[in-house]
């Protein structure tokens, strides 16, 4: 166990400042208070990769610190603009994705193959959808790179939604924020409040794809115990 898990404490101050600051962030895309914005964003998914480890639970995933940590790091390079930033943002993104996939899938994503099929049939006909209207739009060195990307979020949300419905609902946030910065490539019209809309929904998609997976592994804890105990007394 984590050393700060023996203090409760500790994890609750950081799930409290997790919030603060993203309200903070929000607030100041609300009223474009740039500096405020620009110092608010680095510190999101560390804080939240912060109060995961601090939980200390387990039988807590080892690759959601990463898959956070991988979303810190896309943060920052998006906020540093231009297209080699925003390309490397996006593969920092990505690999944070395949860390969700791998962990999700290590959940038990794939148990219920039907549903898995059905769900990845879904996300699979948005996503064919989504990069036709979007194709045109977008600059040709960006057209690979996005339809790749995207699958890959895609996928996120496919595996999330077999572990419960707060890491699918997660993983559908994450892919509607994310939506929202491809119209931008793509030169759309924007909706109202569009940057507000892009991190809100990437904030609440992160944490509730933070604590789905903390949630599943809660429920199957007591499961591997009564097992272990069960075998300890053959």
Known sequence: MNPAARDPRTARALLIAF?????????????????????????LMPLLAAWVWALGRPGTPALLVPALLFGAGGDILLEIGGTVAFLAGMGSFAAGHACYVTMFVKLGALADRRRALLAGGCYAVAWAVLIVLLWPGLDAGMRIPVAFYSLLLASTAVTASQINWRAGLGGALFLLSDTLIA????????????????????LVGQYLLTTGALQRTAAAAPVAERGAAAAATD
């Open 19 to 43: 919030a603060a600051v993203s309200a903070a962030h929000l607030l100041a895309i609300a009223v474009q208070l740039h500096p405020l914005q620009y110092a608010t964003k680095p510190a």
């Open 183 to 202: 119209t931008d490539l793509a030169d759309w019209k924007h909706l109202p409040a569009h940057s507000f809309l892009i991190m809100l929904t990437y």
